[in-house]
């Protein structure tokens, strides 16, 4: 009976081997794809047991921090100063997810190292822990923009020209933070189509640009050397554009006049005309290089940005489509929808000579100790414009602020640059969405604002905007 | 050197690591390293010289290395639950005292021949299929029929259940062996047994299915047949038997799974643990075997450490189900790796091996087939547990044998090392003289 019992033990030792390699199969062959199957928490909850690293502001506000839940898991909190930036800070709840800067930089909180990295610490006994994110953000300014905006929905974006550095992104109305692992906040919050508080308008929000637009489109004008600052075109209104009739503001009427006289009163007419003789191509190649048509490259997470353009039933149309009225682009019409983000990058550009930088909330990662791990340096997006379009593109929205549609944001003793905007969105109930864009100082541009609110009655963006984006300027430039 | 000696010696390492265990979870749960962890291994380390001084009494010749190994599994449970739940540890090594005492008990009774069961075999198949039948007046759990309440301790009979029916078959085969192999008849191609040996065997296969049908778990009917099949396999060599017997086995299974809910339910969870339907079903989804699943993919080559895997967050209830029962494989993937689990399987692998060695060593055919039967059944009982949690083959609730947390459990294991010690004993003596 002894043969049989061998072959008994080899099939023992197959099976068993079966169990081997099933388990290798689970436990590291496979093990990738099991840990990020969606039914799986897992990882979230191994992210919970990290002591998460803090976000601060500029000037180093403490904005998030975790404080132990249980024995072994953290749990984030907010401080008050955070709530005027909820919607960039975003949440990291076990049982929500994350999102926003959380989100965007969870590898440097949650202390993420290589394999190797980890390991060694491991064999040292030191305790994972998440590095400190420092933002470029201005809590004085943002709480300022904040209540400028007084509880109309809108959203106010600042950045430093010359660095991308972004100091204010303000998205009302907001939500509070701490609030929202409580039980049914969330999914309340979530639904309420109406406010859409977890929306972040300043990069999720596709807007109507109304006249804000006519800087990329003298930009274009410009830079491609068909116009100069003082290029003479008929103001009459209405003119056709695309086939269709354009009017003037109020129906006004001028004769031939300047480009830099156009921008200042914002004349519609000229404009249109402009857009429509620079034609789709080169209105696309414009807008491509300030970063339409495409995310912007802000660290921040993909899900919560939408790429600035002209929108065909939910879909993104490429401006060089025939099936665009590129006339009524160039004067924030059409299908064009914009983010404040993509207005403040248009008005930073142009206030830093031409050159579009990489728009940033990370300042740097600062570890445990105090080291700092990684300085985010400022990158150069893009060249949209010469230095010398630039300049004269300056020298016209500075015009706008001195004597046209933007004087409620000059400041004093500092020569401002802008350009309004007032998107009419439904003309007989005078439901306007008023812009402004601009930058200060003139000559050395140190930030550049867009301002833009939703729904306003007889809103225009000179009178509603302009006065927004002068006192978050006047703040910053302090 | 004697094979007692061997033995003592084998036993140190088991003391070792029951105490590096206790020791690690301590560090882990940063506790005072107090003597507690020491004295758990001293203690442990008592316990296993007295059975060892009982074998050393009683059965000089017996294995050295089956009871070390033993030891090894079994510390390494005691570790393990005492990282889930120090109360479980504490009562699992009360068991454990009580599986050493009836342990030495059987040695004692049976220390001059193992061979009078065989007297009392129908005694015992009938004892064994009525502890089947118990759990049956209980309420199920999980849709099957396994534990039976005696007071506050709930008594799983299959375990007792499965030496009982293996002793039988043991004797049973013993007598018609012979009868079997030389009245077979060639039947289109395949060998029969003789239809009046058939009886009996039709009779097991019958007792499989009621099992199957009345307890209604799969996972200790595939033990018992398999159980069964080996011993029919190794008694006539006839492979043939061995085949018709699966063929009826898959019948039953297939009817089975036709009609009762729970046995579809498990198929599917195992076909489909992460299809979000299954995933979710309140009961006899495949949350379970799902959760089975990413806790070993947590663990990777190294495993975690002791006490890093996620069973539970607060008082909410469990991650991973079952972690001390059904699920302990999978928490030993989890905190020790690919190389923790499979160093496990490889300590069940040389059990299973002195175990076959034992029976290729016996001398009588009941001796043999009692060895064979005895091994087999833990092979299989290892097979469809840690199968059932990796996935391998759908998931029923059977324990780890010397690991998993049950009184029943362990105590009906020692047993069975017990007879197996005691095959082992009279075959070596037996081949020393030879």
């Known amino acids: 009976m002894n043969a049989p019992i061998l072959k008994l033990f080899a099939l023992v030792l197959v099976l068993f081997a079966a169990l081997i390699g099933m388990t290798s199969y689970n436990s590291v062959i496979n093990a990738k794809a099991y840990r990020e199957n969606t039914l799986n928490a897992r990882p979230q909850i191994d992210e919970q047991r990290v002591h998460r690293g803090v976000i601060r502001a500029r000037d180093d506000t403490l904005l998030a921090h975790s404080v132990k839940a249980s024995d072994t898991l953290y749990r984030r909190r907010y401080t008050p100063a955070a709530k005027a930036f909820a919607q960039v800070i975003g949440y990291d709840f076990l049982r929500i997810a994350r999102a926003g800067l959380e989100r965007s930089r969870n590898a440097a909180l949650a202390g993420e190292r290589n394999e190797l990295a980890s390991i060694v610490d491991e064999l040292r006994g030191k305790q994972r822990e998440g590095d400190n994110v420092i933002t470029n953000l201005d809590p004085r300014a943002q709480k300022l923009a904040l209540s400028e905006l007084a509880g109309r929905k809108g959203s106010v974006v600042a950045i430093e020209p010359a660095t991308g550095k972004v100091r204010v992104m303000v998205s009302t109305p907001g939500y509070d933070p701490n609030t929202l692992d409580e039980k049914g906040v969330f999914s309340k919050l979530s639904t309420d189509d109406r406010n859409s508080p977890l929306l972040n308008r300043a990069t999720q929000a596709g807007y109507v640009p109304g006249s804000t637009m006519k800087v990329v489109t003298a930009a274009a004008a410009l830079d491609s050397g068909e116009y100069t600052p003082d290029s003479r075109v008929s103001g009459k209104s209405p003119v056709v554009i695309s086939g269709t009739p354009l009017s003037n503001f109020s129906d006004e009427q001028f004769g031939d006049i300047t480009l830099t006289d156009a921008l200042t009163h914002s004349v519609n007419t000229v404009w249109g005309q402009v857009a429509e003789k620079l034609g789709h191509e080169r209105m696309a190649e414009y807008m491509t290089r300030f970063g339409f048509d495409t995310d912007p490259p802000l660290d921040y997470p993909d899900a919560q940005m939408l790429p600035s353009g002209v929108y065909d039933k939910g879909k993104l149309l490429s401006p060089s489509s025939k099936r665009v009225d590129i006339g009524r682009v160039g004067i924030g019409q059409e299908r064009l929808r914009v983010t404040p983000l993509q207005m403040a990058e248009v008005a930073a550009t142009v206030a830093n000579g031409g050159m579009r930088m990489k728009p940033q909330l990370t300042s740097r990662i600062v570890d445990v100790d105090g080291r700092t791990v990684d300085r985010i340096a400022p990158e150069q997006a893009q060249r949209v414009m010469s230095p010398e379009t630039a300049r004269q593109l300056t020298e016209m929205m500075a015009n706008v602020v001195r004597e046209g549609t933007g004087t409620a944001a000059a400041l004093q003793g500092i020569e401002v640059a802008g350009k309004t905007g007032t998107a009419e969105l439904n003309i007989a109930q005078r439901i306007d969405q008023p812009w402004f864009i601009g930058f200060a100082p003139r000559a050395a541009p140190r930030i550049a604002v867009a301002v833009t609110l939703e729904n306003i009655v007889g809103g225009q963006g000179g009178i509603v905007a302009a006065p927004i984006a002068k006192n978050v300027m006047q703040e910053l430039l302090r | ?434």
């Open chain 2, 1 to 434: 050197m004697t094979a007692r000696n061997r033995e003592l010696f084998a036993l140190i390492p088991a003391s070792l690591l029951v105490t590096a265990g206790f020791t690690a979870v301590f560090i882990q749960r940063n506790d005072l390293l107090s003597n507690l962890s020491l004295s758990y291994g001293a203690i442990f380390l008592g316990l296993c010289l007295g059975a060892h001084l009982v074998l050393r009494m009683t059965l000089p010749d017996a294995d050295p290395y089956m009871f070390p190994l033993v030891a090894v599994l079994a510390c390494f449970g005691l570790v393990m639950l005492y990282r889930l739940d120090a109360k479980l540890a504490r009562d699992q090594a009360q068991w454990f005292v009580v599986g050493l005492l009836l342990f030495a008990g059987t040695i004692i009774a049976l220390r001059r021949d193992h061979r009078v069961l065989e007297r009392y075999r129908y005694s015992i198949a009938l004892a064994g299929i009525l502890l089947l039948l118990l759990p049956r007046l209980s309420h199920p759990v999980n849709g099957a029929y396994l534990s039976f309440d005696i007071g506050p301790l709930a008594f799983q009979p299959a375990e007792f259940a499965k030496i009982a029916i293996v002793i039988f078959l043991a004797s049973y085969l013993r007598d018609t062996r012979q009868v079997l192999v030389v009245g077979a008849r060639r039947f289109m191609g395949i060998t029969f047994p003789p239809l009046k040996h058939l009886g009996p065997l039709l009779a097991v296969w019958g007792t499989a299915m009621v099992l199957l049908f009345v307890i209604q778990d799969l996972g200790s009917s595939l033990m018992f047949f398999g159980g069964f099949l080996a011993l029919v396999y190794v008694a006539t060599n006839r492979i043939s038997f061995v085949l018709i017997g699966i063929t009826l086995f898959a019948i039953g299974a297939r009817t089975l799974y036709a009609i009762r809910p729970t046995i579809q339910g498990r198929v599917d969870a195992w076909l489909h643990p992460f299809d979000p339907s299954l995933y979710n079903k309140a009961v006899g989804g495949s949350f379970q075997i799902a959760q089975s699943i990413f806790s070993q993919a947590d663990g990777g080559l190294f495993g975690r450490g002791f006490g890093q895997a996620t069973i539970r967050l607060g008082d909410n209830p469990p991650i991973l189900p079952a972690a001390h029962t059904d699920f302990i494989y999978a928490v030993i993937t989890d905190e020790l790796g690919l190389l923790g689990a499979a160093a496990v399987l490889l300590v069940y692998l040389l059990f299973i091996e002195r175990g076959f060695k034992t029976a290729m060593l016996a001398t009588d055919s009941f001796s043999k087939l009692l060895a064979t039967g005895l091994t087999a059944v833990l092979a299989l009982q290892v097979f469809v547990i840690v199968g059932g949690v990796t996935k391998l083959i759908p998931l029923t609730g059977v324990t780890l044998p010397f690991i998993s947390y049950g009184g029943s459990s362990i105590v009906a294991n020692f047993i069975l090392l017990a007879l197996l010690l005691l095959v082992s004993d009279r075959a070596r003596r037996e081949a020393d003289l030879r």
